[in-house]
């Protein structure tokens, strides 16, 4: 596994895991800070987004 292979990073939420949400920042914070994905293109998806009790896009996005 070499960083200079990888095209993009891809890192999914459970938005109908409330207690997941905090964890899931801190990953992610974590991996905004890596240097070595400064240049890799980073997608945030927000998962089970069907269930009811889901977050929407925005409310993850303002609490990631």
């Known amino acids: 596994w070499s960083i200079d292979r990888v095209g993009d990073c891809r890192f999914v939420v459970d938005g109908a895991d409330e207690k997941m949400i905090q964890p899931a ?3 992610l ?3 905004l800070n890596k240097k ?3 240049q890799i293109p980073l997608l945030v998806l ?3 987004c069907d269930l009811k009790e889901s977050k929407s896009a925005e409310e993850l996005a303002n609490e990631l």
């Open 36 to 38: 070595t994905l400064d």
């Open 46 to 48: 927000l998962n089970k």
């Open 25 to 27: 920042k801190k990953e």
């Open 29 to 31: 914070q974590d991996l």
